[in-house]
């Protein structure tokens, strides 16, 4: 079991590290108006007092924007954008975290996980026919990321991770709240597609805006 994993997500070359991938990602700014070319004076200002709240359990994580983004099926995928502050952190937890979970998934998995794509999918599936399989199964899960249970998803990490304070404050991003229109809505179920902590981290490094990040 991982006990202190938030020292690690804390760290000032995780951090770095986060940033450096935000930044290369670029994006729309969240509810708070700030930009990616504003994030490191914001982060100057105001990134002591949110390292503080993150320790002590006292951080609350802003809702995410709503933004629809056409489907070529003619249909609507709904993506929520965190504030940049957010998506660092959430960035940082995602490289503390694949590490350990990565290593379980199955070896026929491909989607979505550092270091693997598509073509080596479709490679493998080119193997077992090869070697006689004559059947291939696609299958797409509608609207998966929409339905997942939040207790569901909490009780499956919390098997793997004993810190309580990250345990929190994962929960915390998952019901943070959408804001539609001028009113922030509930999220009681789903992640919130766009934000990076439902999405493979980087390996590439680079320099946190010189804040006060040691311990």
Not at 139 to 166: C, E, G, P, Q, Y
């Amino acid at each position: 079991m991982n006990s202190e994993l938030l020292e690690d997500v804390l760290a000032s070359d995780n951090l770095a590290q986060a940033w450096k991938r935000v930044k290369a990602n670029k994006g729309a700014p969240g509810i708070d108006g700030v930009t990616i070319e504003d994030f490191p004076d914001h982060a100057r200002a105001h990134w002591p007092a949110v390292r503080q709240q993150i320790k002590e359990g006292r951080y609350q994580a802003q809702a995410v924007r709503r933004v629809e983004i056409p489907k070529a099926d003619g249909g609507k995928r709904l993506l929520g954008i965190p504030i940049v502050m957010d998506r660092v952190i959430q960035q940082a937890i995602a490289q503390v975290l694949t590490p350990i979970f990565d290593p379980t998934f199955s070896e026929s998995s491909f989607g979505f996980r550092p270091g693997r794509n598509a073509h080596q999918a479709i490679r493998q599936v080119q193997r077992h026919v090869k070697g006689g399989t004559s059947i291939a199964v696609d299958i797409d899960l509608a609207k998966f990321f929409d339905t997942v249970n939040h207790d569901v998803l909490m009780s499956l990490l919390s098997r793997t991770i004993a810190d309580k304070r990250l345990l929190r404050l994962i929960g915390r991003y998952l019901r943070a709240g959408v804001l539609v229109g001028e009113h922030v809505q509930p999220s009681e179920v789903g992640t919130p597609q766009g934000g990076p902590l439902w999405k493979p981290p980087s390996s590439s490094k680079s320099t946190w805006p010189k804040a006060k990040l040691h311990p």
